[in-house]
Each structure stands twice: as structure tokens, then as C-alpha cells.
């Protein structure tokens, strides 16, 4: 089992650099993927295995990790860009999969 | 394009069930595993259920584990989710999901709402 912490909140400035972070018990050893969910509509998937990036999806967004803390970096942050984002991951053994709580990100 | 597309949901009394459905297109529906995912008003997402392509295999969290039961038909590109003794608990918006890289979720429904009459 997975407990992912996030940052209940973060805020930043427009051109700004946002970093959301995702802690976990041995996610070290996990692909850690992220979401971005804006008022009303389904999440999007923004990142996956840890770093990368599905088409569509701006350079800006980028994804990292380090030990058991994974960090979800948006670069150059646009208004449009305020959302609560999501990590999560995937125990393969058992099929489980696990969400962190959500970040609401707020620009400034 | 790939679509997912929910329906099913509705206002339920506690204790009664409900089956959701999800339509697929755009892809190939038996060849995908696919999830619902749910998330209750003002909450985050919450994983409920995992199927493989062929449907052999399943997995639930605790929170519904032996209450909700998912299930496919590749010949209708269909997928369901079984709900039976509903609570109040139970109050989400329902989405499917397909089953991505990694683990991921890289398709999502639009959603369907379950909720219940006070």
C-alpha cells in the first residue's frame, strides 16, 4: 500500500516556476504519473512514468524524481494552468493503484 | 479519437444498487484493461476498480471490495461497474478510465454523478 502526500496548496506568480511535490513510502522504486483537473472536467494526464510527456502536452510541464519524492515542475506558469493536480501510482503485484490527495495550484 | 463516454448515474436511496456504463470507441476496446475512478464533491480522486482486456482478472480497493463488481463486454465495447449496497459514501462523480502506460490512466470519461435523495 501507498500513501502519496501533497501539498495541499501552492501559488506562484505568472512566468513563474511551480513545483508540486508527491511523497511516498517506496515510490522510490515506482513510475510516479500526474493529472491536472481544472473546475468541472475530467483529469488530464500530464505526466507519466515519472518524466514523461504525452503529446499535447506543453515542454512546460516536466516531471522528476528523487528518492521518495516526486516533483511535478511547470515552467513559465500560465493563468491557464491553475488546477489541482494528482499524482499517483501503481502497485503492479497487486493491481492497486494509489492517488495523492491533490494540489490546488494558484496563480497569483 | 478515442472516447469514453459514462452513463447510469443517478439519484439512489441507501442500501440499493446501481450499474454504470461506460461506451468506448476509437480504439481497441479489447486489447485495453480499463478502471473507474470516482471522486466525491469538493474531494479527491479515488481508484475503484481494474479489469484486464479479457476480463479474467480483476482488483478493488478496500472501500468497495465486495461491493462493487466491474465487468466488460469487448463484442459491445462496453464496460460496467456493478454497484450494490450503496451509501452515502458513495456520493462521487464516476469516471472510466483506460489503463495507460505504466500504470497510468491516459483516457478519461467525462463522468457520471451519483448521488442520494436525503
Known amino acids: 500500500s501507498y500513501v502519496l502526500t501533497q501539498p495541499p496548496s501552492v501559488s506562484v506568480d505568472p512566468g513563474k516556476t511551480a513545483r508540486i511535490s508527491c511523497g511516498g513510502n517506496n515510490i522510490g522504486r515506482e513510475s510516479v504519473h500526474w493529472y491536472q483537473q481544472k473546475p468541472g472536467q475530467a483529469p488530464v494526464r500530464v505526466i507519466y512514468s515519472t518524466s514523461d510527456r504525452p503529446s499535447g502536452i506543453p515542454e512546460r510541464f516536466s516531471g522528476s524524481k528523487s528518492g521518495n519524492t516526486a516533483t511535478l515542475t511547470i515552467s513559465r506558469v500560465e493563468a491557464g494552468d491553475e488546477a489541482d493536480y494528482y499524482c499517483q501510482v501503481w502497485d503492479a503485484v497487486l493491481e492497486l493503484r494509489f492517488f495523492g490527495g491533490g494540489t490546488k495550484l494558484t496563480v497569483l | 479519437q478515442v472516447q469514453l463516454v459514462e452513463s447510469g448515474g443517478g439519484v439512489v436511496q441507501p442500501g440499493t444498487s446501481l450499474r454504470l456504463s461506460c461506451a468506448a470507441s476509437g480504439f481497441t476496446f479489447a486489447l485495453s484493461p480499463m478502471l473507474w475512478v470516482r471522486q466525491a464533491p469538493g474531494q479527491g480522486l479515488e481508484w475503484v476498480s481494474f479489469?484486464?482486456?479479457?476480463?479474467?482478472?480483476?482488483s478493488y480497493p478496500d472501500s468497495v471490495r465486495g461491493r462493487f463488481t466491474i465487468a466488460r463486454d469487448n463484442s459491445k465495447n462496453s464496460l460496467y461497474l456493478q454497484m450494490n449496497s450503496l451509501s452515502v459514501e458513495d456520493t462521487a462523480v464516476y469516471y472510466c478510465?483506460?489503463?495507460?502506460?505504466?500504470?497510468?490512466?491516459?483516457?478519461w470519461g467525462q463522468g457520471t454523478l451519483v448521488t442520494f435523495s436525503s
Open positions: 478510465a483506460r489503463d495507460g502506460e505504466g500504470g497510468s490512466f491516459d483516457y
Open positions: 479489469i484486464s482486456s479479457d476480463g479474467r482478472t480483476d
